[in-house]
């Protein structure tokens, strides 16, 4: 064992000029880690949580031509997600159920049944929406009709410019986003 | 010579010993003692469970090499798997019932720690870390089933997105974070992708390593007798003794019965792989598909069985408030009976809510199987009318005979046992409902039925009304009104029930009940 190893702290009022040297260099150890965790954690939570930080709005998406759409009749259309990359693949274009109540007033209802968000289907002959999940039915309207959907079906925001059909769209409704 | 050499190698080995504490190592670990009773074929559920974890990274890890997690290739890279990479078919299969048998060995593990008392003082630790990896496995169960991005997982993460969206204050929120993105897109995949393989498994190698030490710091759990009692002061001691005096060492002396029901679970897996193969991908996950119905892998079948089951409107009593109460009731257990009688030969209750879970548990899988609440969207073009439902009528009802087939009451409605489930079979249903009764469910619906008058003529419903009244077996009454015999009898109610005259007249007091 050297002599410098074996060497104690003094004892006395040296003594505490030791322990405040350590206990500063500790407690500047921690603030400098706290610190430095901070600046690469928070940057890693807000890129995590960036849905949070820049949520992304509904924009109008064309639906085509409003000639395509007899009035009275229900159909399903598909449309290419605003915010589609090619990464996305089929999942970026949604489809959507547009019904022609007269000249300009249309329902458009999105596909997702407002119970647990299984793809709703139309049955002409019965007028009505089916959803295959639980049994959820909506009248030719979106009103709710039986099963245990809480509400009838979301709607799109729509509007008429230059003969053509646009809808609000491009986010998965939910209970808590319906649009 | 040889001697030399051997002394030679005994060397090297010592030296590697001193510098890397082997022998301390191995009587810690492995070689450490277990009192004798724990040499029991129900102790060797959790190295099953271990088992089935090591198979699911060694086969991850192999699988990763060829999965591509966006949602432009993933579909097609589990195709060339199946069908063009060597072997790729075999390991897909194994990850795939690897992973069920993981999860049902768990639960047998946990359900059998529960039945024999291990979770009791002074092992509450070992009990708790084991719920969270309950969880993380079936974490790992859901994002793995999303992985396959077949209809099923896209619309699976719907299912997801749904249940989050009905949180109060949060939903839209959590909703957004889940699916990293406005819709169910590749960022979607992503998410699930940087969970399966390295968040998920990544915790639960943390996590186990904790069950582990636990195990082996606390020891295993002896094979309790009944009528011997769990006293926190005296425990220890005890435990210490019975080691001591009668204990063996994990290897080789306790280890021989898992090893035998180890070489049984992987030969079983095996054979499923080979003979059952792997889980799809089924159609892909294309949202422009409207013709898709959303099935969850085993694990989960339970719930969305639950989820149609239950009353209207408690869905969040189902998916928030029993998943929470459940996770308190299983973190609190080892606390709320801490002490007392291990042994389930003395543990009723213990007894009757492990078979009342399994119990339900299965049935609900079994029901969710078979999906009896779905509407069967091609009954009505695709199931035969049978000769008896149609023979001798009327032309009214043969006309309501149509309407019915028409307006596709049969999706939800089975005649002689073919059609849908939703609703009631509607073969006697002439017996069950008057004629101004049926009227009244057809055009206001009720129950579980839409309201179908806004989609009917007055023709049609009588029509469909006299076919209706008209279904009853052979010899039988139509239903009457419950108010009295005899006034029922006197004043048919419409002309639907008066086309219908075969009734026989013996049947005053037939009391009938409304089915609704």
């Excluded at chain 2, 086969?59 to 993933?74: F, R």
């Excluded at chain 2, 075999?90 to 990850?95: D, E, W």
């Excluded at chain 2, 009631?424 to 579980?448: C, E, M, W, Y």
């Amino acid at each position: 064992m050297s002599s410098h190893e074996s060497q104690q702290p003094p004892l006395g009022p040296e003594a505490k000029r030791y322990s405040t040297r350590r206990d500063f260099l500790l407690q500047l150890g921690v603030v400098l880690n706290t610190i430095a965790a901070l600046m690469i954690g928070l940057p890693i939570v807000g890129f995590i949580f960036s849905t949070l930080i820049k949520r992304t709005p509904r924009v109008w998406v064309s639906l085509g031509p409003v000639s395509q759409y007899p009035e009275g009749v229900t159909r399903l259309k598909s449309y290419d997600t605003p915010y589609r990359r090619a990464v996305d693949g089929p999942t970026g274009i949604i489809n959507c159920w547009v019904r022609r109540v007269t000249d300009d007033k249309f329902k458009i209802f999105a596909a997702n049944c407002t119970h647990l968000g299984c793809p709703v289907r139309w049955f002409e002959e019965s007028q009505l929406f089916l959803c295959p999940c639980h049994g959820g039915a909506f009248y030719a309207d979106g009103e709710h009709a039986a099963g245990p959907p809480p509400r009838g079906l979301y709607e799109y925001d729509y509007k008429v410019e230059k003969g053509e059909l646009m809808i609000k769209g491009g986010v998965l409704p939910t209970l808590a986003n319906p649009g | 010579m040889n001697g030399k050499f051997i002394d030679k190698l005994t060397d090297v080995a010592l030296w590697l010993d001193r510098r890397l504490h082997l022998t301390k190592l191995w009587e810690t670990t492995a070689g450490h003692h277990v009192p004798k009773s724990s040499g029991s074929w129900f102790y060797t559920f959790g190295s099953m469970t271990l088992l089935c974890f090591v198979i699911q990274i060694v086969t991850g890890i192999a699988l990763a090499l060829i999965y591509i997690p966006s949602a432009a290739e993933a579909y097609r890279s589990l195709e060339y798997l199946n069908y063009q990479q060597p072997l790729g078919w075999f390991l897909r299969a194994l990850h795939y019932w690897g992973s069920l048998c993981m999860v049902v060995i768990m639960v047998l593990h946990m359900a059998q720690v529960f039945l024999w008392g291990a979770y009791k003082y002074p092992r509450e630790l070992t009990w708790i870390s084991g719920v969270v990896l309950l969880f993380l496995t079936l974490g790992l169960a859901f994002s793995g089933q999303v992985l396959r991005f077949d209809t099923d997982s896209y619309w699976g993460i719907g299912i997801g997105a749904a249940i989050l969206g009905r949180i109060p204050f949060v939903g839209a929120q959590l909703v957004d974070v889940l699916l990293g993105g406005p819709i169910i897109g590749s960022d979607t995949l992503s998410r699930f992708f940087a969970l399966h393989v390295f968040v998920l498994p990544g915790g639960l190698l943390a996590l186990l390593s904790i069950h582990l030490r636990l195990v082996l710091s606390k020891g295993i759990n002896e094979y309790p007798k009944p009528g011997v009692q769990v006293r926190r002061r005296t425990y220890d001691a005890e435990y210490e003794e019975m080691v001591h005096k009668d204990g063996v060492p994990f290897v080789p002396d306790a280890i021989n019965k898992d090893l035998v029901a180890n070489g049984i679970l992987l030969v079983v897996m095996v054979l499923l792989a080979i003979f059952l193969g792997p889980n799809g991908p089924h159609t892909p996950g294309d949202p422009t598909q409207i013709i898709s119905e959303a099935k969850p892998d085993y694990p989960f079948l339970w719930l969305l069985s639950a989820a149609a089951l239950l009353p209207n409107g408690s869905e969040v009593m189902l998916f928030m408030v029993f998943p929470l109460i459940a996770t308190i009731i299983l973190f609190a257990l080892p606390f709320i009976s801490n002490e007392g009688e291990k042994s389930w030969r003395r543990r009723p209750i213990a007894v009757i809510t492990v078979i009342l879970v399994f119990l339900t548990v299965t049935m609900l899988t079994y029901a969710g199987l078979t999906g009896p609440w779905s509407p069967r969207m091609e009954a009505w073009t695709s199931d035969a009318s049978k000769p008896e439902f149609i023979k001798a009528r009327t032309p009214l009802e043969l006309q309501g005979a149509l309407v019915l087939q028409d307006k596709q009451c049969r999706n939800c409605h089975a005649i002689g046992g073919l059609g849908g489930q939703r609703g009631p079979d509607l073969s006697a249903v002439g017996t069950r409902l008057t004629a101004p009764q049926l009227v009244r469910q057809v055009i206001q619906g009720g129950g579980n039925m839409p309201a179908y008058g806004k989609n009917l003529s007055p023709e049609e419903t009588r029509a469909l009304v006299a076919y209706l009244v008209s279904l009853r077996p052979p010899n039988t009454a139509p239903a009457q009104e419950a108010i009295g015999p005899l006034k029922a009898q006197k004043e048919p109610t419409n002309k639907a029930a008066q086309a219908d005259s075969t009734g026989s007249k013996s049947s005053k007091d037939l009391a009938t009940t409304d089915q609704r």
